[in-house]
């Protein structure tokens, strides 16, 4: 009987992992065009205006554990992109928070990307902007503007490895076709009352 009842809430417990690790986060809608980035956010200066190479905006929660393995995804894809790439971690702030509330692994990796520069964005006002709910969903524009990609990079919460949503974003980065690839993201909340851990 012992076993049985050991059996049936490991049984319940896998389900319970399995269904939260392949459950997709919400997303909104993210801007057609990309706006004039400055008017946006004053710490989007003149030095990031928008257009003239592809934009790859990485919406992100610093203590996301999720989020790690997006990083880790994007890094082994960074060095097979054929454009120059400019990449904004827009990295969400609690409104009571300083500055120094963003800095974990993932914000030290991002940075370490070539092309990258990190945001903060102040009780996730920007994020909601472009439709980024939850971290490590990742934004597309091509060199004209417009949207090409969106969603995550990940095949499931905190997995790594090439899915078919990364090797579509290359695609999208090298070849930059006309349509619009949209993918679900696994992560964490960006902006929510109960802050995740790690």
Same mark, same amino acid.
């Given at each position: 009987? @012992?076993?049985? =009842? ?20 919400? =997303? ?9 980035? =400055? ?28 989020? /790690? ?19 904004? /971690? ?6 009571? +928070?300083?500055? /120094? ?5 993932? @914000? ?9 520069? @990190? ?37 499931? *919460? ?17 070849? +930059? ?13 960006? =902006?929510?009352? *109960?802050?995740?851990? *790690?």
């Amino acid at each position: 009987m @012992t076993f049985v =009842a050991l059996f049936s809430m490991s049984a319940i417990g896998f389900i319970q992992l399995t269904d939260y690790s392949s459950r997709p986060g919400r =997303a909104g809608q993210a801007p057609r065009q990309l706006p004039n980035l =400055a008017l946006i956010d004053a710490s989007w200066t003149a030095d990031v205006p928008a257009g003239e190479m592809p934009t790859l905006l990485v919406f992100y929660h610093p203590k996301c554990p999720c989020t /790690a393995a997006t990083v880790r995804v994007l890094e082994r894809l960074h060095p097979r992109f054929r454009p120059t790439l400019r990449i904004i /971690a827009i990295a969400y702030c609690p409104l009571e +928070q300083d500055d /120094a509330w963003i800095e974990s692994r993932t @914000t030290t990796a991002l940075s370490s990307l070539t092309g990258t520069q @990190t945001v903060i964005d102040r009780g996730g006002k920007l994020s909601e902007r472009f439709g980024a709910l939850v971290s490590g969903h990742l934004l597309l524009y091509d060199s004209g503007g417009r949207l090409t990609f969106s969603g995550g990079i990940t095949p499931y *919460r905190g997995h790594e490895g090439d899915s078919p949503s990364s090797l579509d974003l290359l695609r999208r980065i090298n070849d +930059q076709p006309d349509d619009c690839g949209q993918w679900p993201v696994f992560g964490c909340s960006i =902006a929510s009352d *109960r802050e995740p851990r *790690r």
